[in-house]
Structures are given as structure tokens and as C-alpha cells.
């Protein structure tokens, strides 16, 4: 990509300001600018674009394609005009124009379009992917509405819509040239043909047209730039409808509800037809797409499609792609089925991304059947052929055939379809990977023990490092130089430094600073003041029972309570920093929320507390603001229960910008403490197979702690004495948890956390140690890289080049 020195770069921002938006620069708003900037980039971008295409073409480069229904990118400015190479420049010249970049750069609506780390993953890796100079493309949807803006009022959760797209979107390109109809519904029969093939013929089904909205996604350094591709639904213009323009309207409405908004249910299956029509809309446009190009592209027979492509399926969500490669190939392709088979089970691997079971998705077969009846003879058929293989040629296996199925009492297993029809199946951590083995898929494990792998999350280091936290980006470059920027593990360069004062405390302000601009952020949004010289204890992720934003509520009503008994009491000071939004319909997670506001609202306005603690609560917690936080944050909250969290990736970005865990062996946190070792991370808690043993003999006797330990008891029963809310206010919280048995580990896990609290506070008081900490956690997060990630799914899975 081209190059600019700064009066280069002016002299383009002044032309496209008069072109773009009719101003000067002295006349132009922050708005203006920031449009005039994309357009900049976007020049650049669309021509390295074709470029890329063109080289790949021509090199007939294996592509990857990554299938997601979410991808959160958040603000792309800041991450284009880095990875372009144009952020240096663009910042100096702003800042001598007497602009301030962060303003204009804040003029971004943050794409939303994910509900949590699973979508911030496919993100990561489209960053890493184009970076790597691999040839891999993401598919997605362009919903009309983002996950919802969250609100609080009086410390409850209320939703907004997220009107992402309510001003020009400046990074898509709308393609309506490559648009591809999808249909829905109707009849299927079929009919013997001469050969004795069978032909089959849909009618009355109701055709959606998928318009394609690219994103260009930039490489770094490596003028290599991918597209993310997304859906949006339209009413084909050829579509006739009787009667009047309302009904047309309606007609229309109808159809464009299916790209309406995304399902803000982060890890609980949504039984609702409208998401099933999303999950088909995305497959069927994306794979009619790629097998279109294919032909066009590289004259080859379609029977070596998967020699040039692989579909990587980003959880279960995507998994009708596979009947719906075997539809293309057998109805429109004219293959048999072996081979279409063979070339989908060539084609298609599956991540999974949790073994929650509410979240491992189940679909009525008539709902499947009223999506697209003849993608669910294709899946009936799958599962005939896969039961009677097993019943053939593992007959050790016949009694397990019942669980194994795909379709089991009138409902489609998407997990084990995905399996079946996939040549690799990955976990997302070392932990997770196991269980999956273990537990979760242990019987497709026993069949095909060959296809189960693990490759461990990552996060971009350009996003959460260079471009979130410039001041430990600038020290580490000013330290070890900057090759670390294209080989991140050679952050461990750092280790040289471990013993040197002034590098250590170079650290501490930049810690310091990142603080301060934190606690600006909070003042400003909360009006709550905070210390900057307190500690900063961050749980930032979606609220759900299992990540157990409960426990550390517990914890700090003892705290408190503590106080409140000795108010002399000595204690380090300590800000607890919340975000998370809620599933809207889970109402125990929106009683957490309202209990960090009653916590919050009395704890910081006691005067015996003396505001050694504060409890904050920031809203609407996503990219931008996240973006914020992990660079200030020093206390990394990690404490979901064990087994339950597959992987967790703000542990990873925390790590990265020098937080020191406090978790569970859970997770990828695992795979942080085997690194920094245990001197340089705070663990607690039960372990997974502690957790897993009490789950298989019917949990514990939760009742018992609360009755005989007066720590846990004294805790709870601030949910129900008054102490944070009249009239009860939180008994549905108390009784939750006492009366289902605790499946959390809440109680169980208590004292464990309040302990190992207590020894991360003392630690805390020997500055120097915990810099050094801090420092550990810093060097070897490189291993925590998205760019890890991507390699090893490149040269293990997608066999690229
Ligand atoms: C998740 C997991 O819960 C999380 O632990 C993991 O880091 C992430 C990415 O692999 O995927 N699974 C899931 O359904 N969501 C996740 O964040 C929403």
C-alpha cells in the first residue's frame, strides 16, 4: 500500500474533505474527518483487494473460509490505518492540525455484530489470517441491528436497538452484482430417472435474495487484504405479489427481518425459526457462492472443490452448510452421493465452543423441515448411513448407536451432525479440548479418535496491544526493539528485564497512566470517583451463571462486612470494575446486574468504607470499551466455574497489557499458569475434575456449608437482611442458589476465593514483585497471539499455503 509523509497525507485529507464533504479543514467537523479518512483508506484497501484476489486466482491458492454468525469487529479505523501502515502518520498530522485523533476515530459505531468471545474470536482471526498472508475469507451477516445497546436504569439492565447502521457504514461495499437467491420452505419430490438416479424437484418455495456487503480486512504490513463477506436479505425485485403495495410492504418487511438483528443470547440455544432461517441463509449464500466462483474461476471439475477450499464452521451455528454443500453438489452438481460426500467430509471443520449443554444446539425436525424440507432429507439421510456404518463396522458401538445419532426424538443434534460431516473436530483450549474427548463427544471420540485436535484461542496483538495500550507498546518497542510486532512470542525478549529497576518502573507508569485514563472514562460515564492508586480488579465478559460475577459479588459484600465489623481495619484499597450485559430474557443474570448496582450504591457511599473500596459498574460493555479497560486493568477476574469455561479470551488480552490472573483452573487460564508459573498467577477453587466427579454423583450438599460456615453464611444472608435492598429484594438470587444445590459452586468455592484475594493484596503491597508479575505475564502472552492460533490451524487443519 502507498506510503505518505505527512504533507502527503494532509494534502489527500485536504482533497477528500472538498471532494467528500464540500469543507476545508478548518471548516470540517471531527465527522468529516473521519469520513474523509476511511475514504483515504478505503482507496487503498480496494485496490490491494483486487490485487490479492488476482494473485490468488492466479496461484490457485487453497482458500479458507470462515463461517460465522458473528463477527464482533468493533471500530476498524484505528486497526486499518495500523495494519495499512498509515496510523503513525495520520495521528502526527491530526495532532498538528490541532485535532485530537481518539475524538475522531471515536466517531466509529462500533460493530457490534457478536454477542461475546465467540464472535470476537472470528474477528481475531480475520486479522490474523489476512497478517499471516493467507488466502481465507470471512461469511457472516449483516444484521440490520447489533447486539443491544444496554442501558441502566436504576440499576436495572433495559435494552436498546443497536442502530449501527444508522449513518453510512464506510468500510462495506454493497455487491448487488453477486447477490444469490435462497430459498425456503415448500415441496420436495422426487422422481426415478432412467439411470435409476433419483431427481429431485422443489416447488411453491419462497427465494430470498442474499446481497453480499465486503469488508475489506487488512494484513498487516503485507498489503494482503481478505474480505468479510456479509448477507443481507432482500425481496428478489422479480417477486410478484397479488394485491396492493401494502401487501407488498409487508412482503418485504417479512423478508428483510431475516439479516433484522442479531440474537442476543450468548450461550443458550434460541428456539426460534427466525434464527434457523439465519443459519440457512448464511450457508446457502455463502456455499452457492463459493461453488459458483470455483467453477467460474478455475475451469476445474466441481469433484476437486475441496482441494481449493476449506469450511471452517465457527461452532454449530453454520452446520447446515453441510447439507447444503451435499444439495448443490447431488442436485445441481448431478453428483452421487459417495461422492458428494466425500467431497463435504473433505471440506468442512467444525470448532466447538462450549459444553454447556442448554448451549449445545437441538432443532425440532419440523422446524428443520419447514426451513428447507429438502436440506433435512439430506440430513435424515446422513444419519441413516452414518447409524448403519456404525452398526457395520463397530459392532462395540451397537448399544451407543441411540446417542450417537443425529436425529434423535424428533430433533437434529447440530453438534453431532457437525461431527459427522466434518474431517476435524477442535476444541478451544487444552481443558476444553480434553473434556470434549472425555466427556462431551467421548463416544465420537472412540469412532474417530483421528479427527479430535486442539487448537487454543488467541486474541490479535495489534488490537489489544499495539493499538488499545500505545504507551507498553512504545516501551516494549524503545526496550527489544520491534521485531516482536510480526513474532510476538519474542516478547519473551522482555525477560532481560526483569531485574532492571528503571525498566520496572517505567512499567508502573505506564500502568499508572493507563489508570488514570480509565478512571476518566469511569468519572465520565458514572460520575463515581475512583483512586487511581487503587488496585484495579477487572471481571469485564457477558454475565452468566458459570462465569459466576456472584462469587466476586460475595466476596465483596465480606469485604465489607469486614469493614463494617473493624472499620479501623487495615486494607489495600481496591476498585472492583464491572461490565457485562445479560441475555434479556435471563433473569438471574439481570439480578446480578442490580445486585452490583445495590452493592455498588451502598459500599461506595459508606464513610466507614472511607472509599478504600469502590464498586463500579460500567455499561454497555463491548469493543471500544473494552479497548479501555484491559490496559488498566491489574487484577484479571477469571473465576468461572471450573470445566465450564472452554477457553475465555479477555484472560488472554488482560495477560497481554500486564494484569496478573486471579482464576480457576478452568480454561485457557490453565494454559496462562503453565506459562508464567504459579508464583505469577492466583489461583483457587476447585478443578475441573473435582467439579465433573461431583456433577456424575449428583453435585454437593450446598446447604451443609451454609449452615456451618459462618463466612459463606453471613455472605449470603446479605441477599436477604436488608442490607443492599428493601422488601426482599434479592431473595430470588439466595433461593437460586440454595435450592437448585448450588450447580455453580458458588459456596464450595468461597472461602477458597476470599483467600487467595487476601494473598493477592499482600503480594500487592511489594511493588516491585508485582511489576516483576506483571513484566512475566507481559513477555509470555505472545503465546496468546491470534497469529499462534491461525498458524497452527493453517498447517494442522486448513493445510494452507
Ligand atoms: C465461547 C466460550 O464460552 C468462551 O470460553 C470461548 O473463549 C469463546 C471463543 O472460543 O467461545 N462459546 C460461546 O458460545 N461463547 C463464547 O464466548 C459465546
Request: a negative charge; zero cysteines.
Given at each position: 500500500m502507498k506510503t505518505y509523509t505527512k504533507s502527503e497525507f494532509r494534502k489527500v485529507l485536504e482533497t477528500k474533505l472538498m471532494n467528500?464533504?464540500?469543507?476545508t479543514l478548518e471548516e470540517s467537523t471531527d465527522n468529516d474527518i473521519f469520513y474523509a479518512i476511511c475514504s483515504i483508506l478505503k482507496d487503498e484497501i480496494n485496490q490491494a483487494g483486487v490485487d490479492t484476489r488476482h494473485h490468488n486466482i492466479e496461484a490457485k491458492r487453497r482458500q479458507i473460509n470462515y463461517l460465522s454468525?458473528?463477527?464482533?469487529?468493533?471500530?476498524l479505523i484505528e486497526s486499518n490505518l495500523l495494519n495499512a501502515g498509515l496510523l503513525d502518520v495520520c495521528n502526527e498530522v491530526l495532532t498538528e492540525l490541532g485535532r485530537d485523533p481518539k475524538k475522531i476515530y471515536s466517531e466509529?459505531?462500533?460493530?457490534?455484530?457478536?454477542?461475546g468471545g465467540l464472535g470476537r474470536l472470528a474477528a481475531c482471526f480475520l486479522d490474523s489470517i489476512a497478517s499471516l498472508g493467507y488466502m481465507g475469507n470471512g461469511f457472516g451477516i449483516r444484521y440490520r441491528y447489533g447486539l443491544f445497546e444496554q442501558r441502566i436504569v436504576n440499576g436495572t439492565q433495559i435494552e436498546l436497538p443497536d442502530?449501527?447502521?444508522?449513518?453510512?457504514?464506510?468500510?462495506e461495499t454493497r455487491r448487488i452484482e453477486e447477490a444469490v437467491p435462497v430459498n425456503f420452505g415448500g415441496q420436495v419430490t422426487s422422481e426415478v430417472l432412467e439411470d435409476g438416479n433419483l431427481k429431485f424437484t422443489y416447488s411453491n418455495q419462497e427465494t430470498v435474495l442474499a446481497v453480499p456487503y465486503d469488508v475489506g480486512v487488512v494484513g498487516y504490513d503485507n498489503d494482503n487484504v481478505n474480505q468479510l463477506r456479509l448477507w443481507s436479505a432482500e425481496l428478489p425485485h422479480d417477486t410478484i405479489d397479488h394485491g396492493d403495495n401494502k401487501n407488498r410492504l409487508e412482503h418485504m418487511q417479512s423478508v428483510e427481518r431475516i439479516s433484522?438483528?442479531?440474537?442476543?443470547?450468548?450461550?443458550?440455544?434460541?428456539?426460534?425459526f427466525l434464527r434457523l432461517k439465519q443459519q440457512y441463509f448464511l450457508v446457502s449464500s455463502t456455499i452457492q457462492t463459493l461453488i459458483n466462483q470455483f467453477k467460474e474461476r478455475y475451469?476445474?471439475?466441481?469433484?476437486?472443490?475441496h482441494k481449493y477450499h476449506c469450511i471452517q464452521i465457527n461452532?454449530?451455528?453454520?452446520?447446515f452448510g453441510i447439507p447444503e454443500l451435499m444439495r448443490i453438489l447431488m442436485d445441481?452438481?448431478?453428483?452421487g452421493w459417495d461422492d458428494a460426500w466425500h467431497i463435504t467430509t473433505h471440506t468442512f471443520a467444525y470448532t466447538n465452543h462450549t459444553i454447556m449443554q442448554e448451549a449445545l444446539e437441538k432443532w425440532p425436525v419440523y422446524q428443520v423441515q419447514n426451513v428447507n424440507p429438502r436440506i433435512f432429507m439430506i440430513i435424515n439421510e446422513i444419519n441413516e448411513r452414518f447409524c448403519k456404518s456404525v452398526y457395520e463396522a463397530h459392532p462395540e458401538m451397537r448399544d451407543k448407536i441411540g446417542d450417537l445419532a443425529v436425529i434423535s426424538n424428533n430433533v437434529v443434534h447440530m453438534s453431532k451432525l457437525a461431527i459427522v460431516g466434518s474431517f476435524s473436530v477442535n476444541g478451544v483450549a487444552a481443558l476444553h479440548s480434553e473434556i470434549i474427548k472425555d466427556y462431551t463427544f467421548n463416544d465420537f471420540y472412540k469412532l474417530t479418535p483421528e479427527k479430535f485436535n486442539n487448537k487454543t484461542n488467541g486474541i490479535t496483538h495489534r488490537r489489544?496491544?499495539?493499538?488499545?495500550n500505545p504507551e507498553l507498546s512504545n516501551l516494549i518497542s524503545d526496550t527489544i526493539?520491534?521485531?516482536?510486532?510480526?513474532?510476538?512470542?519474542?516478547?519473551?525478549?522482555?525477560?532481560?528485564?526483569?531485574?532492571d529497576d528503571a525498566f520496572l518502573d517505567r512499567l508502573a507508569e505506564v500502568k499508572l497512566h493507563n489508570k488514570k485514563a480509565l478512571k476518566e472514562v469511569i468519572y465520565n460515564k458514572t460520575g463515581i470517583e475512583v483512586d487511581e492508586h487503587s488496585v484495579f480488579d477487572v471481571q469485564v465478559k457477558r454475565l452468566h451463571e458459570y462465569k459466576r460475577q456472584l462469587l466476586n459479588l460475595l466476596r465483596i459484600i465480606y469485604l465489607y462486612n469486614e469493614i463494617k465489623r473493624k472499620p479501623s481495619i487495615k486494607i489495600q484499597p481496591i476498585t472492583f470494575i464491572f461490565g457485562a450485559k445479560a441475555a434479556p430474557g435471563y433473569h438471574i443474570a439481570k439480578e446480578v446486574i442490580k445486585l452490583i448496582h445495590a452493592v455498588a450504591n451502598v459500599v461506595n457511599n459508606d464513610t466507614d468504607v472511607d472509599n478504600r473500596i469502590k464498586v463500579v459498574f460500567l455499561e454497555n460493555y463491548n469493543v471500544t470499551l473494552a479497548e479501555d479497560i484491559m490496559p488498566a486493568a491489574e487484577i484479571s477476574e477469571?473465576?468461572?466455574?471450573?470445566?465450564?469455561?472452554?477457553?475465555?479470551t479477555g484472560n488472554m488480552k488482560m495477560m497481554m497489557n500486564g494484569a496478573i490472573t486471579l482464576g480457576t483452573m478452568d480454561g485457557a487460564n490453565v494454559e496462562i499458569a503453565e506459562l508464567v508459573g504459579k508464583e505469577n498467577i492466583f489461583i483457587f477453587g476447585l478443578s475441573s475434575e473435582e467439579v465433573i466427579n461431583y456433577q456424575l454423583n449428583g453435585?454437593?450438599?450446598a446447604e451443609d456449608i451454609y449452615k456451618t460456615d459462618s463466612r459463606v453464611k453471613n455472605a449470603m444472608d446479605a441477599l436477604i437482611n436488608e442490607?443492599?435492598?428493601?422488601?426482599?429484594?434479592f431473595n430470588d438470587l439466595y433461593y437460586h442458589v440454595l435450592t437448585n444445590n448450588d450447580p455453580y459452586f458458588l459456596l464450595k468455592d468461597f472461602n477458597s476465593y476470599v483467600d487467595i484475594h487476601l494473598t493477592a493484596m499482600a503480594t500487592y503491597q511489594d511493588k516491585r514483585k508485582w511489576n516483576q508479575m506483571s513484566l512475566t505475564n507481559i513477555m509470555k502472552s505472545?503465546?496468546?497471539?491470534s497469529d499462534r492460533t491461525i498458524q497452527q490451524y493453517a498447517t494442522d487443519i486448513w493445510k494452507l499455503n
Open positions: 467528500k464533504r464540500t469543507a454468525m458473528e463477527f464482533l469487529i468493533g471500530r466509529e459505531n462500533d460493530a457490534g455484530l457478536g454477542n442502530n449501527w447502521l444508522q449513518e453510512v457504514y464506510p468500510w433484522g438483528f442479531l440474537y442476543p443470547d450468548d450461550s443458550t440455544e434460541e428456539g426460534r475451469q476445474l471439475p466441481v469433484t476437486d472443490f461452532d454449530t451455528h453454520p452446520t445441481e452438481e448431478g453428483l489489544w496491544l499495539m493499538t488499545s526493539g520491534n521485531n516482536w510486532v510480526k513474532h510476538p512470542q519474542e516478547l519473551t525478549q522482555l525477560m532481560h528485564y526483569y531485574n477469571q473465576i468461572s466455574t471450573a470445566s465450564m469455561e472452554a477457553s475465555g453435585g454437593y450438599r442490607q443492599f435492598g428493601r422488601n426482599y429484594a505472545g503465546q496468546f497471539s
